[in-house]
Nanobody, 120 residues
């Protein structure tokens, strides 16, 4: 099982990026999926999370600017980031709280990070 994140890059303040994170392997179901970020010298923090049914929760700092969504058929979670600010600069990580596959499960599974840099 792998979580492969993509879509990071360099963007000017006010711009947009869309992150994707696809889970691969013999996956039957994934519960909550989310995005976290870690800026240099800071702890990893929650950005947004989405349940399998589509309920969402956001950090206050991104409400109204970021939108999390998922495609259960593709085992993929997305993060649409608009009105980006320099303080959004961080490595963004996707997370799946439980992945069910091949009769087993994985808990608190992380993908590799993708760098987002917002210039002022």
């Amino acid at each position: 099982v792998q979580l492969q994140a993509s879509g990071g890059g360099l963007v000017q303040a006010g711009g947009s990026l869309r992150l994707s994170c696809a889970a691969s392997g013999s996956i039957s179901m994934i519960n909550n999926m989310g995005w976290y970020r870690q800026a240099p010298g800071k702890q990893r923090e929650l950005v947004a999370v989405i349940t399998r049914g589509g309920r969402t929760n956001y950090a206050d700092s991104v409400k109204g600017r970021f939108t999390i969504s998922r495609d259960n058929a593709k085992n993929t979670v997305y993060l649409q980031m608009n009105s980006l600010k320099p303080e959004d600069t961080a490595v963004y990580y996707c997370n799946a709280d439980t992945i069910y596959y091949s009769g087993s499960s994985l808990g608190n599974y992380w993908g590799q990070g993708t760098q987002v840099t917002v210039s002022s």
